[in-house]
């Protein structure tokens, strides 16, 4: 079955930076464009990055565009956000996804705080 573990979440201050992981399994990874989500406060899940299956193409919402990059190994099967210069509004669960799938994965918390 369809599995993502996501990993690397955590406590920093503003303008600090985190380097999420996302595990795949269970469908064939170099086929699927992912996607990485969160879910802040009070607020619907959001798209945050996106990378296409052969990892030519990247997407990003404007609120992290210029401080956020997504990348990916498909040997591997895994999908990194890094993610820098992060604010207190970056606060938030984040989850990753693959594209047409519906499965989500347990998300890792991620607090920007000083």
């Known amino acids: 079955q369809v599995q993502l573990v996501e990993s690397g979440g955590g406590l920093v201050q503003p303008g600090g930076s985190l380097r999420l992981s996302c595990a795949a399994s269970?469908?064939?990874?170099?086929?699927?464009?992912m996607r990485w989500y969160r879910q802040r406060p009070g607020k619907e899940r959001e798209l945050v990055a996106q990378i296409t299956s052969a990892g030519d193409s990247t997407d990003y919402a404007d609120s992290v565009k210029g401080r956020f990059t997504i990348s990916r190994d498909n040997a591997k099967k895994t999908v990194a956000l890094q993610m820098n210069s992060l604010k207190p509004d970056d606060t938030a669960v984040y989850y990753c996804?693959?594209?047409?799938?519906?499965?989500w994965g347990q998300g890792t918390q991620v607090t920007v705080s000083s």
């Open positions: 269970g469908f064939t990874f170099s086929t699927k464009t």
């Open positions: 996804k693959a594209r047409f799938l519906s499965q």
